[in-house]
């Protein structure tokens, strides 16, 4: 179970989405003493904290935590606008195990998380999960992608937004759902930017480039046609 504590409705709505949709078990609370009973009930596996809430500072949080025996080794993360190095160094210093700045990719938060929980033991290490469509193969866990056997090297929103692709192929995404779960809703770079991002994709999944298929006036899809011809065979039985 991983507590998030944010005071932003949408952020904490969205994040808690985000989280439970890849089987991670969460819950949000708007303010320190929501979170405070919380604990008292149950102790998490995780803890995420906004550091500037209406009730107190995500960093007291943090040191009250570390100072009690029942949560002091409770994995946290901070999820803060607070962006400079001296905040890191603060935070990190003073006890957080990571830090993700706003705004952040969806997909990059809940694999931090999963760190997290591993951290805290509460994750078993499975043997690590490969998506494969056609000749293109993808690691997840290791952050690779094989095309034809050959190693493609991919930026970071490159291997993101592949993954969120390969991970539902035949499935049609707007370009708004994949800026917002890939690249973060406080995102202001415009749909464009999703364009982009599939044309460099393209050109380095060469001869696989149409396996990213373009759906006029919606968005994309990834394309699985041993999928779809055994669906077509099939259906003519």
Known sequence: MIYYVEDDDNIRGLTLYALRQQGIEAEGFSCDSEFKAAVARRVPDAVLLDIM???TDGLEIMRRLRASTETA???IMMLTAKDTELDKVVALDGGADDYLTKPFSLME???RCRALLRRGGMMSRPAPEMLSVGGIELSPSHREVRVDGHELKLTLREFDLLEYLM?????VFTRESLLQSV????FDGGSRTVDVHVQTLRQKLGSHAD??????GVGYRLVDRAAADEAVADSAE
Do not use: F, H
């Open 211 to 216: 396996r990213i298929e373009t759906v006029r």
């Open 183 to 186: 690249w973060g809703w406080d």
């Open 109 to 111: 938060l809940t694999s």
């Open 167 to 171: 991970r539902k192929p035949g499935v």
């Open 73 to 75: 080794t409770v994995p």
């Open 53 to 55: 809430l209406p009730d």
